[in-house]
Structure formats: C-alpha cells, structure tokens
C-alpha cells in the first residue's frame, strides 16, 4: 500500500490552566509559554479545547467576536516560530435566522487559518447543547504537517468521528479537550483505542486546574499508532513536543490495515418494516436514550427537496422513521393514476438513503396509527402545514414530544416532474 508521510517532524501539546472569559490574558500564557520553550520549526502544537475563554456559556456570544483577532494572534505566532498551531476556540455565525455558535477547532498556520473542524458531539452533561450547536461532516485539514483530523474533548467517545477522517487520508488525530480529572483513566483508554482502531498517531492536549468547579485531568498525551503511550504530561501545565517516526506508521499499515476497508456493511431493504416489528425495534432505540423522529409521505417520484427534507428530519433526532403511503392510500388521496412507482418500489429506493432509518407502509388516508403505536419524541412535516392541521400533532406533544416544520428548500415537486413528462 503507498502511503505518504506527513512532513512534520514534531508534535507536541500545551497543556495549561484557562482564566475563564478572558483571551488576551490566555493567549499571553502561550506567549510566554513558547518564549521559554521554542518548538522545532515544522512542530504541530495543540491547545486544549476554548482554551482562549472556558465555558462561560452566558459569554460566549460576545466573546465568539473576538475569535477573529484572537486567531490573527495565533498566526503571528505560528510565522515566528514556523509552527502550526490548533486549539478549539466558539466560532460565530451570523444567518438570516439567527446566530449560531460552534466549539470549533482551528488550524492556524503562518499565513493564516489553514482549516477547522467543527466539534460534532456536544456534551449535554455539561449543557454544551443548550448554547452551542453541533458541526457535521468533519473532514481532515490540509495543512504543511500533511492531512490531519480533529476531534473536540468529547467527539473521542465516539469512534465513527475519528475513523471517518482516517479513511479521508488524516495520518494523524489531534484532539483538543477539557477531560475532566475524575475520568482521566478513561481518557486514556480511549485515545488508545482510537489510535490503535486507525493505526494513527494521536496528539491530545488538554486542560489543567479548574474550570467552573472541576478539576481538569491534564494528562496530554501523544500515542503511537500501535496504541504505546510516547509522552505524557502531569496534571500541571506543560509545553511538550516530540519527534516522531512516521516509518512505524507505515511499517504497521503495510503489515494489515485496518484504515482502507470501507466495505457497506448492510441491506437497505432490511430497513423496510410492519408496524410490529417497527414498534419493537423503537422500543429497544429508545431504552438506549435516543431521540425518535417520525415523518411521512408518498414520496412517489423521489426528488432532490424530497432527500433534503428527509436529511433535515434525520438532524433532529437519532432514528428516522418513515411513514410511507401504500399505494391503496395514494389512490384514494390522489385519485386512480397515482401512484406512478408501486410501494415495495417506492419503499426500496427511501431505504436507499442514509438518513432513513426505517420505513413503514400504512394503508389509512392518515399515519395516526403509527405515530400514535410509535410516539416519537419529534414529529416533522413540511412548513407549508399549520401545526393544528398536522396529523399526531396532539398525541406527539401529549407525551412531552416536539413537532418541527421543515421548508423544502428546494423548488421540485413530483406532480411537476409527472406534467413535465406527459408534455
């Protein structure tokens, strides 16, 4: 198997204390940290996570506006020592619809921001998810130390996040966190687990000292790729670094790779359910604490809005469940030349999508008797429906569930796409 090195020499962490709310006085503590210690030129150094501010959630909008200057500082820094620096700092994002806030972590290089990677699980222990929003889509950032992938504190809990980069061409996983003393064990554990599942070389750097009552781990590490422990901080702050040999990367991988195979595991059509077996399976996700999304439609003629809408349902949960209009039920709502596509048809090309998770046929004019056998915790249907007209509505909220409109985005419809044909 070819493989191509990175072309940094050392990596190497800054584990230090965070003086909540205030990035100038953070930063002055990595000045003085590299004035003492100077990395090599080509080190890729890590910052534990909001190193610049801590959680002070209430905070955090106006100090998300400092983010531009503070990473400005970061790239001085990174030309004067010829270094690539990356730490997680609140990213903002002013949208029509608001403003949104992610915990982001940032590559900063001498001439400028080479790339981010937005942190994917928010910590709802920690009410992360009540002040920021979760990123998608995380892919490995270019950057002169070659491909490298992110994962933010609590993202390492979840190996799907860091195999994902891996089989993206990331060689190395940098982690950027706030881990907590009491669990430091299990810090450990897993960025060993994660480095030996991609055989990659990992540097994690995280916080000391206390931030907002805990006590912070410390404990940055740097693993090899066959999960040995190459360097280790105490519990108080440090700047570290260390040379690596990329040829043990390579040597390992050429042995047996457990990075490349990507083979597609499962059978779309195992997606499509009764109602029964719907109901069991609901049973056993929602045990598990995951939130149960339920929408519906004929889905007739499949089109881009139609995969938009299901992609933004899917966003609101944990498992998508898809009503799915039998072809009885399409007749006697559409009249007898619908549905174009019969429903074990239709059914197999929604299972198709990654976003649904299970499909269910139902032959009533309404899908109440799922949605009232199923009671998912969201209910979603098309912005074009007043809330007090959608089907389950009452039901879903009696049980403490939400519902959520979504706007088809894209201007396509299947009786459309139908009249342009018989033209």
């Known amino acids: 198997m070819a493989f191509e090195s990175p072309s940094c020499a050392s990596v190497g962490f800054f584990q230090s204390a965070i003086t909540p709310g205030a990035p100038a006085g953070n930063l002055d ?20 996570e909001l190193w610049a501010t801590g959680f002070v959630y209430p905070q955090l909008a106006e100090l998300s506006r400092q ?6 500082q970061l790239s001085e820094l990174a030309a004067r020592y010829d270094i690539v620096l990356a730490g997680s700092l609140v990213e903002r994002v002013d949208a029509a619809h608001g403003t949104l806030l992610y915990n982001t972590l940032f590559f900063s290089a001498s001439d400028g921001l080479a790339g981010k990677i ?30 490298v992938g992110g994962l933010v504190c609590y993202d390492l809990r979840f190996p799907e996040t860091a195999k994902v980069q891996c089989q993206q061409g990331a060689s190395l996983l940098l982690v950027s966190a706030q881990w907590p003393l009491a669990r430091i064990d299990q810090w450990r554990t897993l960025l060993q687990a994660r480095a030996i599942e991609n055989q990659t070389f990992i540097v ?24 040995d422990i190459l360097l280790e901080a105490g519990e108080k702050g440090q700047l570290a670094t260390i040379a690596l040999d990329w040829q043990s990367q390579q040597q390992l991988r ?10 597609y595991p499962f059978d779309d059509q195992e997606k499509i359910l009764t109602l029964a077996e719907c109901v069991r399976i609901v049973g056993l996700r929602k045990k598990q604490g995951q939130r149960i999304v339920f929408t519906n439609g004929c889905f007739d003629i499949l089109h881009a809005g139609h995969v938009e809408y299901l992609q933004q349902a899917r966003k609101e949960g944990d498992f998508l469940v898809v009503g799915l209009n ?28 990654g976003c649904v998770d299970a499909i269910v046929l139902f032959s009533d004019d309404t899908p109440l008797e799922l ?14 429906w007043p809330e007090d007209a959608i089907v389950g509505a009452r039901e879903v909220k009696a049980k403490g569930g939400k519902v959520v409109r979504i706007p088809f985005t894209t201007e396509t419809s299947t009786t459309g796409i139908i009249e342009k044909i018989r033209e």
């Open 204 to 227: 994690a750097g995280n916080g000391c000292g206390l931030s907002n009552d805990i006590e912070l781990g410390g404990h940055s590490l740097i693993i090899g790729p066959g999960g």
């Open 118 to 147: 937005r942190k994917q699980h928010l910590f709802s222990y920690w009410r992360e998810d009540d002040w920021l929003t979760a990123g998608e889509s995380p892919r490995p950032v270019e950057t002169r130390s070659g491909w």
């Open 29 to 48: 503590r990595l000045r003085d940290a590299l004035q003492k210690e100077p990395p090599a030129p080509g080190t890729l150094l890590v910052l534990p």
């Open 326 to 353: 039998s072809d009885r039920s399409i007749r006697s709502i559409k009249g007898e030349k619908r549905p174009i596509n019969e429903e074990l048809r239709r059914a197999r090309v929604v299972a198709g999508l």
């Open 67 to 72: 983010t531009p200057w503070v990473l400005e």
């Open 371 to 384: 949605i009232t056998a199923l009671l998912p915790d969201v209910m979603v249907k098309g912005a074009d």
């Open 254 to 263: 050429q042995r047996f790779n457990t990075v490349a195979p990507a083979p």
